[in-house]
């Protein structure tokens, strides 16, 4: 079975689909090792294939239309191009082509059914239209139609009529909903709760929301403007249980990531990574406290140092649940080459203490930036000034010494350089709000 509840594939199974099909695995063998079978995966393909993806090297200037050995088209452009349009060099009338039809590849009708693994496509590319197997879209394609499979209603007019005529005079009555489905529910084909639902959605028409007793006494919950619903994913794998059956060595190595916010409301953060062996505690400048944000600023970092350094110092991370982490799939994807660059492990649910050494070294970040402060004025250069001071301040646990001081002589001089962290003396090192204007 798959390693999701319900049968169904998780992200963590349709990352191992992308990756397997560049390795060009059959999908027999994709299959087993998912404990799905093979007609599972080859459906999974057909179904949620793209075009396009980021994670895929593509010729971009080829001309792909079927039509293209007999077309005689010329400035469909609009340019004033005399060039005969199946010869340009940039192949824009695959985009503005009146009459374009994407050539077929005869193999994608085959397993695997994409093109993950053809090395027909390097060089000047092949002349069909790409199919690409990307992991991380497929997931979201599948999440959407699961969303927009349960959108509507799920009775025939006849069912709805016949509740509209049973529930319709009762509530004109002053009965309320409830005593209606106490009394009658045999005879109704939804639950009390969809029928709330139904009205909210302006089914029944003749039936609103001021006719319901309950309904009025209610108000619809607050959410901000710009508030999405975050994408949950599956843990499995990657709970506290996974990262304490690491070896010793692994779990002392691990880097703890959290997240520091400003005032209710603000969209800025703090991304802090704290490394266990030496106390050291990055921190890094988010726009905005969502999954995206969290994802870029790990880019970062790993454009700095490269993916060798970067899988050496973050090989194995520890974080909570907030909804900012659990996009592991962004966190993981190397954005330097096609394969992963860590390991991302969570803590149970309300234990974020199994993460102690980062909260604890908050604790000294909160005597720069104190609870409750506005993040407003925040900007990477003052952050930088912060995170130099918070990790020059010596530790009794270390003889002394400051995190940054045993930092230097393992993290990459280039990541310190790229984010402006220096040194500070002992003597000069303050660790009050003074030290930034907020």
Known sequence: MPRSKNGQLTQGDRMAIEQQLKDCRPLPEI????????????????????????????????NICLRREACSKRDVCGKGCLMPCPTCRTSMCNKVCP???????????KPPF??????????????????????????EHAQKRKVESR??????????????????????????PEV?????????????????????????GDIIGLDLPKKVRFKPRRRRADETPVPRHDLEGRAYKDFEALPDDKRM??????????????????????FRRFGFQLMLFLPKHNQEEVGKALDMVERLIGLREFKRLFGVILTD????????????????????????????????GQKGGCEKNHVELRKVIPKGSSFAKLTPAKLSVVCSHVNSYGRPQFGGASPLQLASQVVPAELLDGLSIGLVPAEEVMMKPGLIEL
């Open 253 to 274: 190595d691990a880097v703890e990531m959290d997240c520091m916010v400003g005032r209710r409301g603000e969209a800025r953060a703090i991304l802090t990574l704290l």
């Open 151 to 176: 959108e509507g209603i799920d009775v025939t007019p006849e069912e709805l009529e016949a509740m509209r005529s049973i529930v319709g005079p009762l509530i004109k009555k002053g009965q309320s």
């Open 99 to 109: 009459d374009f039809l994407p050539d077929q590849c005869p193999w994608l009708a």
């Open 321 to 352: 649940r907030g909804s900012e982490f659990l996009d592991y799939g962004a966190i993981e994807k190397s954005c330097t080459s096609r394969g992963s660059r860590c390991r991302v492990y969570y803590c149970d649910p309300m234990k974020s």
């Open 31 to 62: 299959a087993r090792g998912l404990g799905v079978a093979p007609s599972t995966v080859a459906r999974e393909i057909k179904r949620n294939g793209v075009s396009s993806s980021p994670s895929f090297l593509s010729v971009e200037t080829r």
């Open 114 to 139: 994409a093109c993950n693994g053809c090395n027909r496509r390097y060089g000047m590319g092949c002349g069909y239209e790409y199919r690409f197997y990307d992991g991380r879209m497929a997931h």
């Open 180 to 204: 209606i489905w106490a009394t009658r529910a045999g005879e109704l084909p939804v639950s009390l709760s969809t029928f709330y639902r139904y009205v909210e959605m302006g089914v029944f």
